[in-house]
């Protein structure tokens, strides 16, 4: 039997100030979650999500907070508000991330290595801890949404959602430090999805393909590299994808839908991850 409310809990989103973030918050509202913990760097960006999601979720409860990913004190201080404010946490997507070209290994300095590992990888893996320590050891969702009909062997106590990338299965030249931070976030989700699995947290992870998003349009010349290269080269679909379609199964791996999905990498790429496509 399908659940009558896809999200009936409360959302944590990190990276919510643009693209697959903002998309997911927004997905989530129309799905019908109930509390939003919006983090990002970039206050002006985490509004303007604050206002999007109100709008399309009146009734929601929308919270904002700063927080800076590479930092273990501002990502615990987060969550441990969010936790504070709505009670629990049931279904965190963490979307934060950075792509910097620091060209190819015997070119890339220690600083650009670090960098991109404190966001993306180690970053994603502080903000996943934190998710889990509240996860845990709240109550099964059966328990804290009685109306939403959720059936038994569908319970969780919470999910969550890393953002990897298409690069974690398949590299690209001159971004060798993404590339391993990318399959990083895939293997400590499979790791985390083992730990928790009996304890009725899903972990999974999202690879997405090359996704129109300001990460791939800082100027129109690389918006016209991207679209030359990986998107009309590499994507058999031969279009960028939209964050809303990310968005979209970020929602659907949350939910109870997917309650038998965990330890999972889904591929949401245009055929990205699929092989080689000759024309
Ligand atoms: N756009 C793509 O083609 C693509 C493809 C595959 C994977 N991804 C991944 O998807 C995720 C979302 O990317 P996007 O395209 O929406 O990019 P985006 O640049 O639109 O959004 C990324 C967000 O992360 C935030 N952020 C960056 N550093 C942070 C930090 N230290 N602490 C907190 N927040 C921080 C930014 O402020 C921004 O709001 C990223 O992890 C990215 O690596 C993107």
Request: charged share 20%; hydrophobic share 40%; aromatic share 8%.
């Amino acid at each position: 039997m399908a659940t009558k409310t896809e999200v009936p809990g409360i959302a944590i989103i990190t990276g919510a100030a643009s693209g697959m973030g903002r998309a997911t918050a927004l997905a989530f509202a129309v799905a019908g979650a109930t509390g939003f913990a919006l983090l990002d760097l970039n206050e002006a960006g985490l509004a303007e999500t604050k206002t999007l999601v109100s709008k399309a979720h009146p009734s929601a409860r929308v919270e904002t907070y700063k927080c800076d990913v590479t930092q273990e004190s501002s990502v615990i201080s987060a969550y441990t508000s969010a936790k504070e404010a709505f009670s629990r946490i049931d279904y965190a997507v963490h979307c934060a991330g950075i792509v910097t070209f620091q060209g190819p290994s015997a070119d890339c300095t220690l600083e650009a290595f670090d960098h991109q590992n404190n966001v993306n990888y180690r970053g994603l893996w502080l903000c996943a801890r934190e998710a889990l320590r509240n996860m845990r050891t709240q109550s099964l969702d059966t328990e804290a949404y009685p109306d939403a009909d959720i059936p038994p062997h569908r319970a969780q106590r919470g999910s969550i959602v890393n953002i990897s990338s298409g690069l974690a299965l398949h590299s690209q030249s001159g971004i060798p430090a993404y590339c391993g931070a990318k399959a990083g976030v895939t293997a400590i989700t499979r790791s985390d999805a083992l730990d928790y699995a009996t304890q009725r947290v899903r972990v999974n992870s999202v690879l997405p393909g090359v996704v129109d998003s300001p990460m791939t349009n800082p100027s129109p010349e690389i918006r016209q590299w991207m679209y030359d290269n990986p998107v009309k080269k590499a994507t058999p679909m031969r279009r960028f994808g939209l964050p809303e379609e990310i968005a979209d199964v970020c929602v659907f791996l949350s939910g109870n839908k997917a309650s038998f999905v965990t330890g999972a990498c889904w591929s949401v790429d245009g055929g990205f991850c699929a092989g080689y496509s000759y024309e």
